[in-house]
């Protein structure tokens, strides 16, 4: 397999690795358009791709607003023109992309149709990959004319701050694409993790096991969500609690993947009532300004 041409990274160490010279995202909400951010850093041109004119302008506003905060930090994008980002309704745009990113939200069905519409347009040494958080890889490569180059790229929410991306291989993903995502991920300053298909993965199957018995501590009575998530904090040293970090990723999120894990692996991952009732309403977390906390702003 050959790979399209790549851009210097301004991510990490210079020289040491590169990103595809342009790349394209499918979906413009907070995951997609942090996904965009870290691109457009690393020396990309990005590609975000919407369903309509509305939510295309809405995804370019949150990269811009990204990218200011970045500037602020001293930190902006090497040799910006009027085509480094774009925002379009279009797939069309993914025909000159070496990596397109589906980050639709985490259902099957939006996934598999993002994933057609992908390979509707790319070429075919481009790599696809999917965002998914707990959806299985090999599942979602029946939509792809050519596994070998498909993948799983799990950011972690905000992207901004976070360190990690998991690099999940399915049955049939080609060993260099792997090498190459895992290069793209360093070039844009992360640290990557390669993990074999599998329910939840690495990160999110120990993370939504810890984030569920927190909720039912809670449910029970045991403490409140201040000190459940401090006895972590302080006491196992997690730079964040349970809750809050639930809070944070969306506890609609949250409900999704400990759903698909259910199905997986039965009654462990099933959950809490609590975490249901608060979905049903539309306590979603900081998106929407309270979870199991309060948010000053939503």
Known sequence: ???PDTAPSHAGTPG?????????????????????????LAGARVHVV???????????????????RSAERGVQIPDADADTLTTRTDTDAFIEAGLVIEA???????KLDALARIEGAVRDDAVVASNTSSISIDALAGAIRRPQRFLGLHFFNPVPASALVEVVTGADTAPEVVTRATRWVEAIGKAAVVV????????SRLG???GLEAIRMLEEGVASAQ??????ERGYRHPMGPLRTTDIVGLDVRLGIAEELERAFGAR?????LLRDLVAQGHLGRKTGRGFYEWSES
């Open 269 to 273: 991952f099933t959950p809490p009532a």
């Open 50 to 68: 919407e369903r309509d004119v509305r939510a295309a302008a809405q995804a370019r506003e949150r990269v811009e607003a990204a990218l200011a």
């Open 196 to 203: 074999r298909d599998a329910p939840g993965f690495a990160s």
């Open 227 to 232: 000190d459940i998530d401090m006895a972590m």
């Open 1 to 3: 397999m050959t790979f």
């Open 16 to 40: 040491t690795a590169s990103v595809p010279a342009v790349v394209g995202v499918l979906g413009g909400g907070r995951m997609g358009a942090g996904i965009a951010h870290a691109f457009l």
């Open 208 to 210: 939504v096991a810890l």
């Open 104 to 110: 639709v939200p985490e259902d099957r069905a939006l």
